[in-house]
């Protein structure tokens, strides 16, 4: 036998992840840089369409924290996101306060409602919980229907201040600014709650790859399906605090209606499930489209740009462009 030997091969250091606070400071410095660029181009209609855009981002991501990472598909992300455009109204007419507190109502009452429907469902599985969240979306918008305080089936107008915060020129650059604050707050939270060291995301993770194994491994399967569903509402209600003032006008048919439901899917479902990249991904890239078929062809184009771009990666690419990614770095 040969005495001479192999060198040893290098090791490599394991890459470092970024921490929680470094990671909440990126995206306080991302959104900062957001609002210079459209404060920069300074046109009303790159402010709506940004916060068209950035709302989906908030509703994407507040879903996937439940269906994502939890495995609990809920169909009634309308019902959380109308929620929290009816809190708004109703606050808003009851105490008249500005956008910023109706916002935190909004985070109170879809983070109420998130924990009752935890409750209410917490031996629902499948196709059973989603259901019941349907069933949710279908209570909640008759109640508002027959409500005449927020405007009942004829709707509500809501008249934007007259006084701009300052620094900002116009209230639909301020409107705008907050979503994108709202925005980096629900991908940091996203992103948090998937690299906990308490082991909220995996336990989630647990939950969703096989319930009773991770209950019989001891993790507390029925308290982190509570959490995730009072953190999942609140973030879905705050995605639809500022719709009342977006348009100025909100009503039961718009605010309850199926593109918020199916989007809510649809855009984790094209990023990827697995990681708070993917709703950002699929929301800026779906939404993105649909604003441009409502401005070149027609707003009812948006639904059947959602079904075909979903059939296509349900075929071509079931893990999300994420996972399109990882395919071809290997």
Known sequence: MSDATLP??????A???MGHAAFWLA????????IAVLRGIGSEYAYFAATFV?????????WNILGGYAGY?????????AAGAYTTVAIGKALGLSLLPCIAFAALVGGALGLGTGLLTLRLRGAYFAIATLCLSVVLQTLVVNWSYVGGSRG???IRPRDVPWPFDTYGGYLCAVVVVLAAAAIAIARTIEKSRLGLGLGLA????DEQAAEAAGVPTLRLKLIATTISGAMMAVAGAPLPLLGSYVEP???FGLAYAVNAIAMPLIGGTASWAGPLIGAVVLASLQQAATVTISSAANLLIVGVVLVVFVCAAPHGILGLFKKGAR
Do not use: H, I, K
């Not at 950035?54 to 507040?62: E, F, I, R």
């Open 8 to 13: 040893a091969m290098p090791v490599l250091p």
């Open 15 to 17: 890459p470092r992840r």
């Open 27 to 34: 995206c306080a410095v991302a959104a900062l840089a957001v």
């Open 54 to 62: 950035l709302q989906y981002v908030v509703l994407a991501t507040a």
């Open 73 to 81: 598909v809920n169909f009634g992300a309308a019902a959380f996101f």
């Open 156 to 158: 509500a107008y809501v």
């Open 206 to 209: 647990a939950l969703r790859d």
């Open 253 to 255: 048919n718009s605010a």
